[in-house]
């Protein structure tokens, strides 16, 4: 392809160009531009590098093929992903072109002619001329040296974020070499990392590695490309020392604060300066820490008081000692889930535990006893059935009931059974507790009974006291009935009248030896006399008057007397 | 102390006891066997002395008599082995002995039987006086346990009875007896205890008790003497 024939594309290429929109779909135009384009580099490549290795292709086919298609052909050109290729020249150009091109990413032939931009700028020259011109027509000049320029002084163009200590460029540089080194393997073991960094040595010659004021002058810069060219050289020369590399990278793990000698000797003393670099980047380790026991932390100390470590030291520490209070529930929703489930269960088998009022159990011995029901109706069996019935009940009392046969086989067979059972288990099991036996006593006295048994093998001592002596509630008067409190008054009077005789008796029998028993025994028998109605005594009572009265009045008193004593009489008869 | 010597001579003579005539021909040999030898006693022998038993009836017992007197003489005939007839004449039910009755006081029960029944008993309760020996007829007046007239009369009685008869029906059950009011008269069937209970019972209405103090008193001595074993 004639190069006419390229920059008549490119022209036309411009033209949609202009349009960034133009890029966010694919319009067949812009693609089969960029296709011929493609293919036009890929030719020239190949002329210039003599072959694409051992995947070569003499031309770069575009008829009919995708784009992923096409850029896996590209890829296939040996060499294509070397780091080096990927040059810093690369970064200047992206922000050169940053202004004109704003969408770069779109076409795969977009990036194959950025990242063919080598630093084989010599040969190249025309090609990025070409590719810059696709972007600044009018600026490919300034292109052509803005690459070298830029390649060059990349480390030390001034970006926004770059103040003194630091420079974006050479942090970028630094990364990538690290990327390059991942990538690579242990390839880049003989990446003489200090080769690079005796660049940088100038740089600290100057005043650190981060000083972007001072930018190199172009002796430097080209120090720096020979120096780069070198360091590139290592790269393709590198077989890797794999050891050597390791124990540079193991330089900077300091697990405990050793410096080992070997690594210090291994290190060059080019090393040193960079070792110093970096040992001001890594946290200081003490140098003195050549013996392996320290001096003991606290927590290894054993009783350490507050004095022996520091301030607020113990809250840090997860400390263990024994609770002695129950330790409370969390209440987490695990927690609560589980009691819910529990209530809710409870609540569906209506299973509460509430409590059951206790009564006091009052069972009344008294109330065993037969006790006569008051029928008021004519009754319905005639005398004669009644003694008849009686009279039945009492000859078939002495035979007992006779059980049912199924009953009794049913009772010794289960006997039996449990017997076997018990020896099974060698007779250890808890005796079942003591059922009370029933037994019907009579509550008679005994001299009714007319036993033939002696008294002390009778069921009449079976009865406890309450059962023989009946004794009633305790009730308050206002609480009694009419026809109980009518009862304890005639009791009353029966116990008074009793009391009464028993006096009286006793009043006899002391009137015969004591006079003034005599006395008050007449006395009494002459009240009694008097209170019948038949007699005719008064008792005058004695009112403590004055005992010397006229005649006149005592007969006058005494009449009186008598009268209405007539006069009561009287309405007693009415 | 005259010496009444039928003879002359001063001997002892040795009085012979008078044996007492006895229908048995057998002699007694006393001196032969341990036990006393009785001979078997012929059914004539035993035989009760040929009575007659007169009971008078009520007029107010002449319908009742009438329409029950199948039920009278049945169990008297069959079971007593007695004659009965009714005089209607006399208005008596005469009762009268056979050769067959072998109870001495069958007699006696047939003759209470109907008296019973003269008086007002039914003829069910009356038959337990003859099935039962220590069943009773007892009959007082109100007269005799307290001189009332007029109204005061009336209200004992019906103290005694009760309204609809609830207190004489209460005093039956309880003392297992059988009580006929006629007026002024009571007539009690049962045995002693329980005649002497329903007798005090009906005593104390008739002098003015209420009748629930009665109960009271009633279940008290009526419970002491209801056990029976």
């Not at chain 2, 038959?127 to 009369?153: P, Q, Y």
Request: hydrophobic share 30%; aromatic share 6%; proline share 4%.
């Amino acid at each position: 392809m004639t190069s006419d024939d390229a920059i008549f594309d490119i022209q036309c290429w411009s033209k949609t160009f202009d349009d960034p929109v133009a890029f966010f779909t694919p319009t067949t135009d812009v693609v089969i531009c960029m296709n011929k384009l493609s293919a036009d580099l890929y030719e020239d490549l190949v002329s210039t590098f003599g072959g694409c290795g051992d995947n070569d292709l003499p031309e770069l086919y575009v008829d009919g093929l995708e784009q992923e298609q096409i850029y896996e052909q590209i890829k296939m050109i040996k060499g294509f992903h070397d780091s080096s290729m990927k040059a810093p020249a690369l970064t200047g150009e992206k922000l050169a072109a940053e202004a004109p091109s704003s969408d770069e990413s779109e076409d795969s032939g977009a990036d194959e002619e950025e990242e063919t931009e080598e630093e084989e700028s010599e040969e190249e020259d025309d090609s990025a001329e070409e590719s810059n011109d696709s972007g600044n027509v009018d600026n490919s000049d300034v292109k052509k040296k803005k690459p070298s320029a830029t390649a060059a002084g990349n480390r030390w163009e001034k970006s926004e974020v770059d103040d003194e200590f630091f420079n974006i460029r050479q942090m970028e540089k630094f990364l990538d070499d690290e990327d390059a080194k991942a990538n690579q393997g242990g390839g880049g073991g003989d990446i003489n990392y200090f080769d690079e960094v005796q660049s940088d040595d100038d740089d600290d010659e100057d005043g650190g590695l981060f000083d972007g004021d001072e930018s190199g002058s172009d002796d430097d810069l080209k120090a720096e490309l020979e120096n780069d060219d070198g360091g590139d050289g290592d790269y393709d020369d590198d077989g890797g020392d794999d050891d050597e590399k390791d124990a540079k990278d193991l330089k900077h793990d300091d697990y405990f604060g050793e410096e080992s000698e070997e690594e210090e000797a291994a290190a060059s003393d080019d090393d040193e300066e960079e070792m110093e670099e970096e040992e001001v980047e890594e946290d200081e380790q003490p140098e003195e820490d050549v013996e392996v026991v320290n001096d003991k932390p606290w927590q290894m100390r054993g009783e350490a008081t507050s004095e022996a470590r520091d301030v607020n030291t113990l809250l840090e520490e997860a400390a263990q000692f024994d609770h002695a209070t129950r330790p409370q529930p969390q209440i987490t929703d695990d927690f609560t889930f589980n009691l819910e489930s529990i209530i809710k269960r409870r609540i569906q088998d209506k299973a509460y535990d509430s409590v059951v009022r206790k009564m006091k159990d009052t069972r009344d011995p008294l109330a065993f006893k037969k006790k006569i029901v008051l029928d008021s109706e004519k009754s319905k069996l005639s005398l004669n059935e009644i003694y008849e019935k009686e009279y039945l009940k009492q000859a078939n009392k002495d035979k007992e009931e006779e059980e049912d046969a199924n009953h009794v086989e049913i009772r010794s067979m289960m006997r039996s059974l449990f017997s076997q059972m018990d020896a099974m288990s060698d007779f250890s099991f808890k005796p079942s507790a003591p059922t009370p036996e029933i037994k019907v006593v009579s509550n008679l006295p005994a001299v009714n009974m007319e036993d033939v048994q002696p008294v002390t093998h009778s069921n009449s001592q079976m009865l406890a006291p309450e059962e023989v002596l009946e004794k009633k509630d305790l009730v308050a008067k206002e609480e009694k009935t009419k026809e109980e409190r009518k009862r304890d008054h005639r009791k009353k009077k029966i116990r008074q009248k009793v009391h009464a005789q028993q006096r009286e008796k006793k009043l006899v029998k002391q009137a015969e030896t004591s006079d003034k028993a005599k006395g008050q025994l007449a006395m009494q028998q002459l009240e009694k006399s008097s209170k019948l109605p038949s007699s005719s005594t008064t008792i005058i009572k004695d009112t403590g008057e004055k005992q010397s009265r006229s005649s006149k009045a005592f007969f006058t008193q005494l009449q009186e007397n008598q009268q209405t004593a007539k006069e009561g009489k009287k309405r007693k008869l009415m | 102390m005259a010496d009444k010597r039928p003879s002359s001579s001063n001997e002892f003579k040795l009085v012979k006891a008078k044996k007492r005539k006895s229908t048995t021909d057998t002699q007694m040999d006393v001196a032969d066997s341990k036990r006393p030898h009785f001979p078997a006693v012929k059914p004539e022998s035993t035989a009760v002395n040929k009575s007659l038993r007169k009971v008078p009836i009520p007029p107010n017992r002449y319908a009742p008599l009438k329409e029950s007197w199948t039920k009278i003489y049945g169990p008297l005939v069959k079971h007593l082995k007695l004659r009965v007839k009714y005089n209607i004449t006399a208005r008596q039910v005469e009762i009268q002995t056979s050769p067959e009755t072998a109870d001495i006081g069958a007699l006696q029960k047939a003759a209470d039987f109907v008296k019973a029944f003269a008086l007002g008993f039914s003829i069910e309760d009356a038959l337990a006086l003859i099935r039962l020996d220590e069943l009773f007829l007892e009959s007082f007046d109100v007269k005799d346990v307290k001189t009332l007239k007029g109204d005061h009369m009336s209200r004992a009685v019906g103290r005694v009875a009760g309204s609809g008869g609830k207190v004489k029906f209460t005093i039956e059950n309880v003392t297992k007896t059988r009580i006929v009011l006629a007026d002024t008269k009571v007539h009690i069937l049962g045995s002693y205890t329980n005649i002497r209970t329903a007798r005090t019972a009906i005593c104390n209405l008739i002098l003015g008790s209420p009748a629930s103090k009665v109960y009271g008193n009633m279940r008290s001595i009526a419970s002491r003497t209801a056990e029976r074993f």
